[in-house]
């Protein structure tokens, strides 16, 4: 059976850290660190006065924002945007972005993941990328309230036109928060025949405690966390005395959930609308 020895912590806020130009470089996620094949991870400080370029060359690159400033700036695709917490942007293939921190350091999640295969884009064009942030993301709600997501890269995820929120299979991530008491099902993600190694998933916590439940065994975490979880080990995430806000990834977006739990409450996701008496439209995950 599956135990907590299956799966990998690392504590991103004690990782090594390494001097960059653009401040300090953690390296949080990668194959020597967890095994992930398609994924590496970097938690970054940028200095104040300092900025982060970064050139997408072949891969994919989501940057986001952890902690903020309101005179931070992301500048991407000819326009300039506040660096505020929850912002960022994703880089498809031959784009670029800077982010200036100026008074104030920046706190940036990047995330840098290889262009898939055709498969697994499955008919998407794969681009372009975008700026976000808090205010303009999507939320949905599970049925049971419990739990609020926003994602930043989510081919499924839909606006009320019925556009994509972004054209591309190679990752999929967004912030999550459990109310207190709030939890998933207990689940397991397999590989697809177009993605047969299995997405590289992990969470990354920021605020509040969590409990990771696999099989019998189960380990509280403190903010900070990047929990990896290699494919096919069951999971569950338990918000831990209170609510809980972090990152979910997979990359790239192509696997298979099995819910392990019988939890019919926590499965169907429902977008948030502008007013409580709107009708509830269900998240279609195709
Ligand atoms: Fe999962």
Redesign the pocket.
Known sequence: MATINDITFIDTLAAAPVSVASGIERTICSAGLCGSKNLIAYRRTISAGRSLSVQAGDDYHLLYVIEGAADGQIRFGGSSHTAEEGAGVLLVPGESVSIDAQGSSLDVLHLVTPKPPAAVENGLPGGPGYFFNRGTLRALADSSGGRVRRFCVESSVRYPDGRRLTQTNAIQAGEMHYNAGGA?PY???KPTEANPDGAA?C?ITFKGRGKVDVGETSQVIEPGTLVY?PSGIP?Q?NAWEGALDYF?I?AWRSFK?DILSNDPLGLKWFYVGESADEPKVEWNQS
């Open positions: 998933s689940h397991l993600h998933h969470y979880f999971h995430l979910e997979q959930t």
